[in-house]
């Protein structure tokens, strides 16, 4: 198994073999669900058995069995997802909207003044949204903190892939006794968990420092440690990796479907035309003022490009994150005994012509639906069953605003001379520039309109002095 871009290479085999096939790496056993009905049957349908986790490197070692992300299910993922839950549903629209505002104008400044840094612009504005609601802190371009993060997921991702750890390939191995240095697998896994714990304990000691000061501003981790203090939920560890886990599962989410959007639209830019007319006719032909969150209904195309966006080329879990079976099942035939790994083949059924028809096209009309309101729904963007991702309505907002407002105000073209590489995904690093592109702004009255209402979030107010 290659240690990246498991997407081309299983699409590769899925091809070859169809619907289902089995990997088998050592004692583990891996199902492979190459299309929506299959996911549909098995995570879906039968997800009270199908929604743990099976990373022992990854979780156990890497994780120190903290980030909820990859914990089996059980009562502290339960618990964890509960309070996270609290800060992401539904009825937190307007908490995260006015972040997004703030930060998706934040957007459309950096690329105005420096265009060759559109990359970094987008992950800077992934990160702030959710750095404010968490850590009630922005992210400034370049943000060391943040970079440290990108690394922690960095690190960590790979050993969830199929086959990338001995020890998950024979459990077993994993009770014999680590003292006598007979877990050679330990010493890498220990050390990327005492780099990730540093790094989220850092967050937590700076928001600590800010609220000893004063100057802290109220946010998701200030209330948590309130409550905790009552009630002794989580212990001081625990609480860093749960403000670490939705800041990672949060950022690079939204960046890789952001860059998904920018090379869909240079390489298939006839979608434009029609996401226009609706957006002229809302905030004027003459760029009036820029697209905002109550707009939502009379904008179906951006709504559509958000779907397509998480679909088209998915670069992070291109190949799901995989689930564990928690009881043996029988499934058309197939015996799945309990422990299996069950992932959705996401690269490969995202670019399946029996799935969409013309795959390979970026094109937002296909989701022009009744399930148009629904993100979740007619692709596996966001996973599936009781692990379904529970920031899909941030998700959505963030998306939302960011698209609505970068197609109104900005042209996105090929760069003929360095295209869009179409056939892998991007690379893993928020740091290194995945194409090039071209972003203008539509025209001098969009460029004014930019300078007048979005200059204003540029300027950072972190709370520190
Ligand atoms: C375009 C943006 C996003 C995409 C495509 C996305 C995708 C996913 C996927 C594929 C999963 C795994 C689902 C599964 O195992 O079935 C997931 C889980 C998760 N996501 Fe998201 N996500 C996005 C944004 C966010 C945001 C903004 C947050 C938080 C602010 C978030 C928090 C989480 C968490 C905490 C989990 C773990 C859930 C669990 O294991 O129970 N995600 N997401």
Redesign the pocket.
């Known amino acids: 198994m290659p240690m990246k871009d498991h997407g081309p290479f299983l699409r590769e085999i899925g091809d070859k073999y169809g619907e289902i096939f089995t990997l088998k790496f050592g004692r583990t056993y891996w199902v492979v669900l190459n299309s929506r009905r299959a996911v549909n049957e098995l995570?879906v349908k039968r997800a009270a058995i199908y929604s743990s986790r099976g990373s022992h490197m990854a979780h156990s070692i890497i994780s120190g069995e903290k980030r909820?992300?990859l914990?089996p299910y059980g009562d502290m993922?339960r618990r964890q997802?509960r309070v996270?839950h609290q800060l992401?549903n539904s009825s937190q629209k307007p908490v995260f909207r006015a972040f997004q505002d703030l930060e998706s104008k934040a957007l459309m400044a950096d690329l105005l003044e420096k265009p060759e840094r559109w990359y970094l612009s987008v992950a800077r504005f992934s990160n702030s949204v959710?750095m404010s609601v968490v850590f009630g802190r922005r992210t400034a371009l370049g943000d060391p903190d943040i970079s440290a993060l990108h690394r922690a997921q960095e690190e960590f991702v790979p050993f969830t892939m199929p086959g990338a750890s001995l020890v998950d390939s024979f459990p077993v191995l994993a009770n014999i006794p680590y003292l006598k240095g007979l877990q050679p697998w330990r010493r890498k896994g220990d050390e990327i968990n005492r780099r990730t714990t540093s790094t989220f304990t850092r967050l937590m000691e700076d928001l600590k420092r800010r609220i000893d000061q004063g100057f802290a501003n109220a946010c998701f981790m200030t209330k948590l440690l309130e409550s905790s203090a009552k009630k002794e939920d989580f212990t001081a560890e625990e609480m860093a990796y749960i403000a670490g886990?939705?800041i990672e599962?949060?950022t690079d989410?939204?960046r890789t479907?952001l860059l998904e959007l920018v090379a869909g639209t240079a390489m298939y830019p006839e979608w434009i035309p029609r996401a226009r007319a609706e957006l002229d006719s809302v905030c004027g032909h003459n760029a009036d003022r820029l697209p905002e969150f109550d707009d939502r209904d009379r904008l179906p195309m951006i709504k559509a490009a958000i779907k397509e966006s998480?679909r088209w080329r998915p670069s992070?879990?291109q190949t799901?994150?995989p689930?564990a079976l928690t009881a043996e099942d029988e499934f058309e035939g197939y015996h799945i005994p309990a422990g299996t790994i069950v992932t959705w083949n996401h690269w490969a059924i995202s670019h399946s012509e029996a799935e969409y028809k013309n795959a390979e096209q970026f094109y937002p009309e296909r989701f022009l639906d009744e399930d148009l309101d629904d993100i979740v729904k007619g692709h596996y963007?966001?996973?599936?069953?009781r692990?379904?991702?529970?920031?899909?309505n941030?998700?959505e907002g963030?998306?939302f605003i960011a698209i609505a407002r970068l197609i109104y105000c900005f042209d996105i073209e090929q760069e003929f001379s360095h295209p869009v590489v179409v056939d892998k995904p991007f690379p893993v690093s928020a740091e290194v520039e995945p194409f090039k592109t071209i972003i203008k702004p539509r025209s001098e009255a969009h460029r004014r309109l930019i300078e007048r209402e979005c200059h204003s979030g540029v300027k950072f107010s972190s709370g520190a002095p």
């Open positions: 995570l909820m992300l914990m993922w997802r996270m992401l959710i886990t939705l599962a949060g989410t939204t479907s998480v992070t879990a799901g994150v689930h963007g966001f996973g599936a069953g692990r379904l991702c529970v920031g899909y941030v998700a963030n998306l």
